[in-house]
């Protein structure tokens, strides 16, 4: 065995994604002495790693050949879908008993898709969404919402302690992609509420900065309001997460929700002022600018 705090078994890992997210979470995986590898369709991207430790693969195939676990931190369903299941993909090139751990936010039913298809192909899926934005990447910090075979969850455990501070494992495969869909809910509908009270104080000529001082020594407080709560009195829509990708994420719940004859009215009013933000060219600004939008005409 090495000094690494990290079983040799798992060792080397791969990542592909190398974005807001995805760059500082490898390098906590290096500064946990994990040897890390990486892929990148944008060289660029990658090279930036390879000064802070990483290995530069020498292409797709022989990243996922060469590597015991690898990490996702992709945008949408589609390409995850892609990576995994396309021929040449994933499932083409891996080894017996590569693990996947995908960290991208994506539908939750698809990603049961794909974790069957996985495990018949001898590779185990585990769905690891996170909560917490770019400083909580940077910080190790993340919440991530686990979902996969209880032995595969454990085994990964040990890498996802360096990104994470607080680790969930909810259920079997898509459960922890549920569960980031019902986090993404609860953040938009209480952005919209924060949206709204806001303006009822205004309207009534009282100062929602003292409003929101009041309401957060009560049961009316919560984080959002605490930290989303003042980037709105401050105008401040520097992104932490994107307002397009929390888009993106309201997409998936609804979907999600109509597979299951759901109607959540909720969702729609955040799906709203989410496309009323977009359409006013604010879709790479902090997803909070969505309290802004949710009392149209205002």
Same mark, same amino acid.
């Given at each position: 065995?090495?000094?690494?705090? !990290?079983?040799? $078994?798992? *060792?080397?890992?791969?990542?592909?994604?190398?974005?807001?997210?995805?760059? #500082?979470?490898?390098?906590?995986?290096?500064?946990?002495? @994990? #040897?890390?590898? @990486?892929?990148?369709?944008?060289?660029?991207?990658?090279?930036?790693? !390879?000064? /802070?430790?990483?290995?530069?693969?020498?292409?797709?195939?022989?990243?996922?050949?060469?590597?015991?676990?690898?990490?996702?931190? !992709? &945008?949408?369903?589609?390409?995850?879908?892609?990576?995994?299941?396309?021929?040449?993909?994933? *499932?083409?090139?891996?080894?017996?008993?590569?693990? @996947?751990? /995908?960290? &991208?936010?994506?539908?939750?039913?698809?990603?049961?898709?794909?974790?069957?298809?996985?495990?018949?192909?001898?590779?185990?899926?585990?769905?690891?969404? @996170?909560?917490?934005? $770019?400083?909580?990447?940077?910080? %190790?910090?993340?919440?991530?919402?686990?979902?996969?075979?209880?032995?595969?969850?454990? =085994? !990964?455990?040990?890498?996802?302690?360096?990104?994470?501070?607080?680790?969930?494992?909810?259920?079997?495969?898509?459960?922890?992609?549920?569960?980031?869909?019902?986090?993404?809910?609860?953040?938009?509908?209480?952005?919209?509420?924060?949206?709204?009270?806001?303006?009822?104080? $205004?309207?009534?000529?009282?100062?929602?900065?003292?409003? =929101?001082?009041? *309401?957060?020594?009560?049961?009316?407080?919560?984080?959002?309001?605490?930290?989303?709560?003042?980037?709105?009195?401050?105008?401040?829509?520097?992104?932490?997460?994107?307002?397009?990708?929390?888009?993106?994420?309201? %997409?998936?719940?609804?979907?999600?929700?109509?597979?299951? %004859?759901?109607?959540?009215?909720?969702?729609?009013?955040? =799906?709203?002022?989410?496309?009323?933000?977009?359409?006013?060219?604010?879709?790479? /600004?902090? &997803?909070?600018?969505?309290?802004?939008?949710?009392?149209?005409?205002?």
């Amino acid at each position: 065995m090495s000094d690494n705090p !990290v079983p040799d $078994e798992l *060792l080397p890992v791969g990542y592909i994604g190398l974005g807001i997210m995805g760059a #500082p979470m490898v390098r906590n995986l290096l500064h946990g002495q @994990v #040897p890390v590898r @990486v892929w990148a369709r944008r060289p660029e991207q990658a090279q930036k790693l !390879v000064v /802070d430790g990483a290995t530069l693969a020498d292409g797709f195939e022989d990243l996922v050949a060469s590597i015991r676990v690898l990490f996702l931190n !992709v &945008s949408d369903t589609p390409d995850v879908e892609s990576l995994m299941l396309d021929e040449g993909g994933i *499932l083409t090139h891996a080894r017996p008993g590569l693990t @996947v751990v /995908d960290h &991208s936010t994506i539908d939750p039913m698809r990603t049961r898709v794909i974790a069957e298809r996985a495990r018949a192909a001898g590779v185990a899926f585990v769905d690891a969404p @996170v909560s917490g934005g $770019e400083r909580g990447a940077i910080d %190790g910090t993340l919440t991530l919402m686990l979902g996969g075979e209880e032995a595969d969850v454990e =085994r !990964v455990r040990p890498l996802l302690r360096l990104v994470g501070k607080t680790l969930t494992r909810v259920g079997d495969s898509g459960a922890g992609q549920m569960a980031k869909a019902c986090n993404q809910l609860i953040i938009g509908e209480t952005l919209v509420a924060i949206g709204e009270a806001y303006a009822l104080a $205004e309207g009534a000529g009282v100062d929602p900065a003292r409003v =929101r001082e009041a *309401l957060l020594g009560g049961f009316a407080g919560s984080r959002v309001l605490e930290m989303h709560g003042q980037r709105l009195l401050d105008d401040n829509f520097v992104p932490g997460f994107m307002a397009h990708l929390h888009a993106k994420d309201m %997409g998936i719940v609804a979907n999600t929700a109509a597979s299951l %004859g759901l109607d959540l009215a909720g969702v729609e009013r955040v =799906r709203a002022a989410l496309a009323r933000a977009l359409e006013d060219g604010h879709g790479n /600004d902090d &997803s909070t600018i969505l309290a802004r939008y949710c009392v149209p005409d205002r």
